[in-house]
């Protein structure tokens, strides 16, 4: 049984543009969720996936989207990133109302 | 809103004695709880879950924490602490947005474990 991978590991990007962010989730998962975690600070919860519909969301803005694909991975959107994008963005996979299990995280850094 | 305060953000033990990490949950309906931990630079791991079972959870590594309503509270304690004890822990309550699931994290404490 795999865990929860995330890619990449690092990222660079200036202000304004965009970023994909991926997740592939434990196996036999079908939910998953995505945090963002700024320093020194616990996550944030951004929106969770199940079936391949978002069905439930965060106090994040629009320009923050994502995906759930058919093998129940996942992609992180985000457009016209701000400096204060930067941050670890966690992915999280679970069953509908189980324990929710995370990835290493992608460290997104904006300059 | 459900949301959890963490008490301490930074407790410091020496190795071998208990380590107590406390935090309080409010709730309008009984909770999911949770304990994750984070070392330098990894992501969450799941330490233990309450959802309404018994009261005294136990979770990995010797850690354990008991669910006391009355006191609205989820403290994590380990009898012994390790030196690979030394991380950042975050207190969880679970909640809905929308129909989904939610995680709601404490602010964390860092726990250093002193030789």
């Known amino acids: 049984e795999t865990g929860v991978t995330q890619s990449p590991t690092h990222l660079i990007k200036t202000r304004g543009q965009q970023v994909t962010l991926r997740c592939s989730s434990q196996s036999g998962h079908n939910t998953v969720s995505w945090y963002q975690q700024a320093l020194g600070q616990g996550p944030q919860f951004i929106f969770q996936?199940?079936?391949?519909?978002?069905?439930g969301r965060g106090n994040f803005p629009p320009r923050f989207s994502g995906l759930q694909f058919p093998n129940y991975s996942s992609e992180l959107n985000v457009n016209a990133l701000e400096l204060d994008d930067s941050a670890l963005y966690l992915c999280a996979s679970s069953y509908p109302l189980d324990a929710q299990f995370f990835g290493p995280g992608t460290r997104l850094t904006v300059l | 809103a459900q949301s959890v305060t963490q008490l301490d953000s930074h407790v410091s033990v020496s190795e071998g004695t208990p380590v107590l990490l406390r935090c309080n949950y409010s709730s309008s309906y009984s909770p999911s709880l949770f304990w994750y931990v984070q070392h330098p630079n990894k992501g969450l791991q799941l330490l233990l879950k309450?959802?309404?079972?018994?009261?005294l959870v136990k979770g990995i590594n010797g850690f354990e924490a008991e669910f006391k309503k009355s006191e609205t509270s989820f403290h994590l304690t380990k009898p012994s602490a390790h030196m690979s004890d030394a991380a950042e822990y975050f207190c969880?309550?679970?909640?809905?947005?929308?129909?989904?699931?939610?995680?709601?994290f404490g602010s964390g404490t860092q726990l250093t474990v002193l030789p």
């Open positions: 996936y199940y079936r391949e519909e978002e069905n």
């Open positions: 969880v309550v679970s909640s809905t947005s929308g129909s989904a699931r939610q995680l709601t």
């Open positions: 309450y959802t309404s079972a018994a009261t």
